[in-house]
Structures are given as C-alpha cells and as structure tokens.
C-alpha cells in the first residue's frame, strides 16, 4: 500500500524572506518524484537582487534578535520542536516524495533533524563563556559569546530536510540571522521547515530561504554582509568553491565534501550482525550518503571465510527490495535522478572494463509496483577490486560495493589511510586490540567500530577529514556553538 502522498497539484516554490514567502522572477525548474518520475513541484532559480533582498531582511533583523534574551530565543526553537513532531510524519513523506528514500529512510532523517533543533533549545547553558577571578590582584577576565551577524547555510540534495538544520539552529540560537540555500533538486522539505519557523514566532528576517543555484551561492559567496558559509556537498564545490572563496573574502567556513567510506571486516567479526550493519550501510538511502559503505575490505588470507562471508552479503543484497519509498514494505529506493543513475552505470562499465568481477549487476533488478525504472537500480557488488581503480578510489554516490582484500589489519589501515577521503571508516571485530589499533591510526573523522553507518548524534560535532572536510569548527554541537560566535575577552579592574 502506497502511503497518502502530502505534496498535491504541482506547487511553485516560493522564497521565504523577512517573513513573507516571495515569488521569485528567476527561472523555473521542474521538481521530480524520482519513484514515479513525475513533476510534483515547481522551484525558482533566484537572481542576485533576490539573494541580497534575503541578506538585506536578515541583517536588519540581527539587531533587535541578537538583543532578544538567548532564553526567549529558546523558547521560539522548542516551538520549532513542538511543530516540528506535531508535523512528524508529513515532512518525512514529502523527503521521500522529493528525494525518492524509503519512508523509514526519511523518519530516520526526520527524528536526526530535530534533534538538532533539540539540543539548540539548551543555548542559554551552551552559549556560556568561562571567567577567571584575580587573574593579577583585582583584576578579573571573562570570555563571552557574541553572535556575528548573518550566515549562509547551503545543503546539498541527499538529507533535504536533516542537513541544513546540523547548522541552522545553533546558527539562531546563537543571536545570528541565516539564509539557506537548499539544494534545487529537493527544496519541498526546506519549504516546510520554513513554514514552521514562521508559525513557530520567530521574528522576521531571522530566518530565510531562498532557492537557487549557483547564482544564489555566488550572492552569498560576494557578499560583504554575510559572514560565514555552512556547506555541505561534494568535494568539489566545499574545496573550490566555498573554502577558496570564503578564505579570500575572509569569511569563516565550514565545508563538508565527499567520502569514499571502507568497511573492513576482521576475520573474527560477528558475520550474521555484520552482514544485516553493511545492507544499509551500503544501499541504505540507495548508496546516496557521505557516510555510504563503499569498499568492503575483507582482512586475512582464509579464503573460506572470505567465500562464506561473501556468499551472505550477496544473498542478502540480492533479495533487497526496490521500489517506492512511499510503500513501507519497499527497503531501497531509486536515485535522486536520471542523470544520477546514468553516472552510477557509467561507473558498473569501468568497474567492468577495469577487471573486477561482478557478483550481482544492479543493472538487472526489477523495480516492484510497476513504476518506471528511469532512476531506479539495484544493489550491485564487484568482487577483486583493487584500491586503484576507478570503482575503488573515487566516490561513486550509488548503491554499488566494491570488494577488495587485506593481508593483515597494518595492511587495511595503510589502504584507508591511503585514499584520499576521509569520513566515515569502520571496523567489524569481536578483537578489543583491533578496534583499538583501527580507532587509532585512522584518518577519517568519524570511525565506526561495528557500527556501519557512522553518523555523530547532534551533541557530538559531525566530523571529517582531509578531503572530506575544509574547514576547522563541525556543524552540530558545542562546535557550532563555537562556529557561530566570537569569543571576546573582558579582563576588568575596578578602582
Ligand atoms: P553539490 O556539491 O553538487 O551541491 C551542493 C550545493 O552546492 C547545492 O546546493 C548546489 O546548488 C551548490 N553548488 C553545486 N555546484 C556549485 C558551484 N559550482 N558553485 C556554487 N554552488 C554550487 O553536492 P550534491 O550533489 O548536492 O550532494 C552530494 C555530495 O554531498 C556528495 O559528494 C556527498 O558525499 C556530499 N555530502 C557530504 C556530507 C558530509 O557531511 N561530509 C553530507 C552529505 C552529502
């Protein structure tokens, strides 16, 4: 049974500035349901003049909201909150209808969301400075937490709905004004954020969408008022893009990119816990997250544990079932796009002109409920697959594992280390010395120990490293408390 669908007819997204929602005069682009490949909505590409009127409603409200008791601007996010789980089940939907994951995929995304709207209601304990009395006699030093001004928050298409609020709760909270720019593939769950903001009671102009591209990006980018960018997408666009820009134009930044995640297996892991964490961590979200199983590499020389391992993790992929996410007995969706599927097949071709073998082509899974298979695939597995290879090194944002063996744990670590990604590797073992070992010498900012998908709950930063991640602050958390505030020094003598 197809659940009710809440995006109806075929609305035009509007941008939300200084609290009224505004047509936008850029041009229009459809929005498509990748399930059923159909246009549910309609999403402007907004000109410069729009992206400054945003800048221009959000700087004047920072005054009077930075004036606003960080107490009182608690209370607005615990009605965000309320509205939010009032609303539960409908912007979870509307995930599921723009982006195409499953509908547990979306409440999934849905519960990470608010939490982070959660831990922001704690801003008057979080937002706290420190103080040192006689720091020489009489005198006193204090530091405190000041709120900068506005801020630019732009997400990408694979968490519609999650991804901006890892910035834009604390970002308010804090005292500042923000402008997000949703990414233009999936802007619906932005759209409904924003109507609970505005019901929620927060001030004109604190908070503002406008949906775009690259121009809107740009906007922000020049702009002398914003004063940092909280992004989130592909390697290119954080490094070349956003950190470049933002370090010539001296604004903060932080700028998450790309993964190419390794699960490795020891040969003492619990196989049947093992092979249920890697089903979602690798074709979870159709393989579409930063924190995707990638590589599987399988450690030690015995090959009957590599083959019985294997034959599991096969089967098991083999009997996922694809469909519309929308059908709760569906466990994968189809891509976000056409073209998305297209970049996944062109990457099954050079896996298959590159040598490695292919366990089970993704290419020939059929779709249930008779929908169109335009970006529907299934989960493929390549077996001998070498860390050089294209399959094996570059992020390829699509259900597809590629498997690759170590002699020994040093070797496994050394073939991690050596990709030049570094965001969510984990390990499988029952060995305390091995998880250890891995933990320690690891580059990647979050490490997952039996834990396949390794995604840092709000109070803890969501972390990153090398091309991964540019920047120094995370998103979420005591960081982006930290991110979006100055930190001034008082040091006071009375006479
Ligand atoms: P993307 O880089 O194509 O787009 C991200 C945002 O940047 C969008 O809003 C887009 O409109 C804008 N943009 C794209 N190109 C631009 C350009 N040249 N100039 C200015 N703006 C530009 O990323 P995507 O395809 O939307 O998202 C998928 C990528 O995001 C994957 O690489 C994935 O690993 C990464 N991702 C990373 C994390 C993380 O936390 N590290 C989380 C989710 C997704």
Redesign the pocket.
């Known amino acids: 049974m197809i659940l009710e669908e809440p995006i109806t007819g075929v609305p035009l997204v509007k941008n939300f500035i200084d609290g009224e929602w505004v047509e936008s005069k850029g041009e229009i682009k459809d929005v498509v349901n990748p399930a059923k490949y159909e246009v549910i909505a309609k999403v402007p590409i907004s000109t410069k003049d729009e992206i400054d009127a945003a800048v221009e409603a959000a700087k004047a409200a920072f005054p009077d909201w930075r004036r606003t008791t960080p107490v009182a601007r608690a209370r607005c996010l615990f009605r965000l909150k309320e509205l939010l789980e009032e609303h539960f089940e409908e912007v979870s939907r509307v995930q599921t209808q723009e982006h195409g994951k499953t509908i547990d995929e979306s409440r999934g995304e849905t519960r990470r969301g608010i939490e982070n709207v959660e831990v922001a209601c704690g801003i008057p304990t979080l937002m706290m400075g420190y103080n040192l009395e006689d720091i020489a006699t009489g005198i006193d030093e204090y530091l405190i937490r000041q709120p900068l001004g506005v801020f630019g928050i ?6 519609p709905f999650m ?1 901006p609020l890892w910035s834009a709760p604390y970002a308010v909270a804090t005292g500042n004004c923000v402008v997000i ?5 999936v802007p619906l769950s932005q759209m409904k954020i924003a109507e609970l903001v505005d019901e929620a009671g927060f001030p004109p102009g604190v908070w503002n969408v406008v949906n775009g ?2 121009t809107v ?2 906007g922000m980018l020049d702009h002398p008022d914003i004063r940092g960018i909280a ?8 490094k070349d ?1 956003i950190y470049r820009r933002c370090g010539e134009t001296g604004k903060r930044v932080i700028a ?4 190419k995640n390794f699960m490795v297996i020891m040969p003492d892991a619990n196989v049947r816990a093992t092979v249920a964490s890697l089903m979602t961590s690798f074709f979870g979200n159709t393989g ?3 924190l995707s199983g990638a590589n599987l590499l399988i450690v030690g020389q015995d090959d009957e544990f590599y083959n019985s391992f294997m034959d599991a993790v096969a089967d098991t992929a083999s009997r996922i079932i694809v469909g519309y996410g929308l059908d709760e007995s569906v466990q994968m969706g189809p891509l976000r796009d056409k073209e998305k599927k297209e970049k996944v097949i062109r990457y099954i071709e050079s896996g298959i002109a590159e040598g490695a073998k292919i366990r089970l082509d993704g290419r020939k899974f059929k779709v249930t409920g008779g929908y169109p298979d335009t970006c529907f695939l299934g989960p493929s597995i390549f077996e001998d697959v070498t860390p050089d290879v294209k399959i094996g090194s570059e ?1 390829i ?1 699509g259900p597809v594992m590629s498997v690759m063996r170590a002699k020994n744990l040093d070797e496994a670590i050394e073939m991690c280390n050596a990709n030049p990604f570094g ?1 969510g590797h984990a390990i499988f073992t029952s060995s305390g010395k091995s998880a250890r070992e891995f933990q320690y010498r690891i580059t990647s900012g979050n490490v997952g120990i039996n834990i396949g998908i390794v995604a840092p709950m709000a109070f803890f930063p ?1 972390s ?1 490293m090398k091309d ?2 540019f920047g120094i602050l995370h998103t979420q958390g005591q960081e982006a408390i930290r991110f979006f505030t100055e930190s001034k020094v008082v040091i006071q003598r009375w006479l």
């Open positions: 732009i997400g990408p298409f694979n968490f991804i720019k949703p990414s233009s593939e591209g690259r990006v740009n992004f989130v997408g592909s390697t290119p666009t954080a893009v998450q990119g790309g993964a579409q997250r930063c992020e944002f965001n969501f990153g991964s991640f």
